[in-house]
Nanobody, 129 residues
């Protein structure tokens, strides 16, 4: 059983930065493509960023390109989301997720929630205007 624990959320003013972390345990993190998703009140969960297990391939939703950076440290079993130039519309609960049951190449990444097998409990990000 894979467990994912997010941290690093909080309240920040528009234009500020936060770094989210997601620590994994109970599995083989280094073989899992990982992703970050977010869900605002009354809205569906949406894709934010994804990274291949090798860390060489990343993908972002258009609204965060140039502002957010996903990265991973396989030695620490941790994936990160660096968020800069935050906007009020970035306010949401942020979740990390792992693709654990699909055999993936080092270049594979996934953008659909249904591709992911394990999810963290989420960390709240609130951006004030």
């Amino acid at each position: 059983q894979v467990q994912l624990v997010e941290s690093g959320g909080g309240l920040v003013q528009a234009g500020g930065s936060l770094r989210l972390s997601c620590a994994a345990s109970g599995g083989t993190f280094s073989s899992y493509p990982m992703g970050w998703f977010r869900q605002a009140p009354g809205k569906e969960r949406e894709f934010v960023a994804a990274i291949s297990w090798s860390g060489t391939i990343t993908s972002y939703t258009d609204s965060v390109k140039g502002r957010f950076t996903i990265s991973r440290d396989n030695a620490k079993n941790t994936v990160y989301l660096q968020m800069n130039s935050l906007k009020p519309e970035d306010t949401a609960m942020y979740y990390c997720a792992a693709v654990a049951t699909t055999v993936s190449s080092g270049k594979s990444f996934y953008t659909r929630p249904r591709s992911y097998d394990y999810w963290g409990q989420g960390t709240q990000v609130t951006v004030s205007s």
